[in-house]
């Protein structure tokens, strides 16, 4: 049954430092998303992404974040100069199409930051 | 701002016994609705949906009621199985932009042998 990967499951990183964060969608889905879960909190939205652009963002997703589909297959969400805070799992999440359909989610890459 | 509110963290049924996990929701414009398990270190694991225009979903063991006018969902889970317990995330489907999803808090349920 196809799923959605991602890499690394764990990354360890300095404040300050960049990272990025990979996604595997599954191959036929057109819609990607980004979620986060802070620890002991609820899964939150990040980003929306249809045919290579940005659909919606919320308000977490601030300069320091950006999205790419650099080749067919991949989904990268980068954080430029992480803080404390973005310490949390960061689930990446696919979609055949929008509107009741469903969106299948990945494995998850806990992120901490020291 | 609690779109989708779980009010139960916890859960503890016997196994073989039915488990109720409910959701409440704020938004009448929400149109679709999802419940999705979760192991830790895992990712979340679609479960059920439900549009709607329908009021029950069912699959196997597991049904998905909805109450508009009450602005409530509910999972059922018939006959629980230890392999149940884990975290169940209520989500609805938020159509004022790409559909993005708005989750609860997450019940955890434990179905003990």
């Known amino acids: 049954e196809p799923e959605v990967t991602q890499t690394p499951s764990h990354q360890v990183t300095q404040m300050g430092q960049e990272v990025i964060l990979r996604c595997v969608p599954i191959s036929n889905h057109l819609y990607f998303y980004w979620y986060r879960q802070i620890l002991g909190q609820k899964v939150e939205f990040l980003v929306s992404f249809y045919n290579n652009e940005i659909s919606e963002k919320s308000e977490i997703f601030d300069d320091q974040f950006s999205v790419e589909r650099p080749d067919g297959s991949n989904f990268t969400l980068k954080i430029r100069s992480t803080k404390l805070e973005d310490s949390a799992m960061y689930f990446c999440?696919?979609?055949?199409?929008?509107?009741?359909?469903?969106?299948?989610f990945g494995p998850g890459t806990r992120l901490t930051v020291l | 701002d609690q779109q989708v509110k779980q009010n139960s963290p916890s859960l503890s049924v016997q196994e073989g016994r039915i488990s109720i996990l409910n959701c409440d929701y704020t938004n009448s414009m929400f149109d679709y609705f999802l419940w999705y398990k979760k192991y830790p270190a895992e990712g979340p694991t679609f479960l059920i949906s439900?549009?709607?225009?329908?009021d029950k979903n069912e699959d196997g063991r597991f049904t998905v009621f909805l109450n508009k006018s009450a602005k409530h969902l509910s999972l059922h889970i018939v006959p629980s199985q230890p392999g149940d317990s884990a975290v169940y995330f209520c989500?609805?489907?938020?159509?004022?932009?790409?559909?993005?999803?708005?989750f609860g808090t997450g019940t955890r349920l434990k179905v003990l042998a």
């Open positions: 999440a696919s979609s055949e199409s929008v509107a009741a359909d469903t969106q299948y």
């Open positions: 989500a609805a489907s938020d159509p004022s932009g790409t559909y993005k999803y708005i």
């Open positions: 439900i549009s709607s225009i329908k």
